[in-house]
């Protein structure tokens, strides 16, 4: 069955510091992988999102994610964190046919000043 | 940019009733989707909807939920007679349709059972 995984849960960072948030997913064949943050009380929006091509993809906000095919993992980066990402992170796979969203269970992450 | 709307942002409402949750999705866009998200947790897919009928839907998408595009700009949500755990976040999303696509999402809306 696909699913994703975000093993953390939660993440505290200091500002400036560098961050990786981890996915791994489960999916039978080529996946659409996506990175979303969603602020308290508000709607997502998208930072990136894999398809095709280059594994390693730029987004919003100076993050970045790499996919490992072989690993199964599609980790966000960013080298250095502002206090404004403070937030929740969602991982996501696209499904072949229907197109819907798989989502993992989130990261939030905490950053201190 | 075109944007994907949801109206109400928030509703209340006592346990039994029916609520419609409304969306406009994105005018060329051909899929559209409800997901649901309860306090702290993860987004939960509910419904695709293609071609004017449910595409896929998943086991929490009971008889009590029910989607419908009336005029082919609004896509809607009814859930029939709300329940306690009805209470979440419920955003609405669409997408031209094609592998990789990315899905445009509503700015979601807060629905309270009481």
């Known amino acids: 069955a696909q699913s994703v995984t975000q093993p953390d849960i939660h993440i505290t960072v200091s500002e400036g510091a560098s961050l990786e948030l981890r996915c791994n997913y489960s999916?039978?064949?080529?996946?659409?992988l996506f990175w979303y943050v969603q602020s308290p009380g508000q709607g997502l929006q998208l930072l990136l999102k894999?398809?095709?091509?280059?594994?390693l993809v730029q987004g919003i906000k100076g993050f970045e994610a790499e996919f490992k095919r072989s690993q199964s993992s599609f980790n966000l980066r960013k080298p250095s964190v502002h206090w404004s990402d403070a937030a929740e992170y969602f991982c996501a796979v696209g499904a072949s046919g229907t197109y819907k969203y798989i989502f993992g269970t989130g990261t939030r992450l905490k950053v201190l000043a | 940019e075109p944007e994907v709307t949801q109206t109400p942002s928030h509703q209340v409402t006592q346990m039994g009733q029916e609520v419609i949750l409304r969306c406009v999705p994105i005018s060329n866009h051909l899929y559209f989707y409800w997901y649901r998200q309860i306090l702290g947790q993860k987004v939960e897919f509910l419904v695709s909807f293609y071609n004017n009928e449910i595409s896929e839907k998943s086991e929490i998408f009971d008889d009590q939920f029910s989607v419908e595009r009336p005029d082919g700009s609004n896509f809607t949500l009814k859930i029939r007679s709300t329940k306690l755990e009805d209470s979440a976040m419920y955003f609405c999303?669409?997408?031209?349709?094609?592998?990789?696509?990315?899905?445009?999402f509503g700015p979601g809306t807060r629905l309270l059972v009481l």
């Open positions: 999303a669409s997408i031209l349709g094609g592998a990789g696509e990315t899905q445009y």
């Open positions: 999916y039978g064949a080529t996946p659409y």
């Open positions: 894999y398809f095709s091509g280059d594994t």
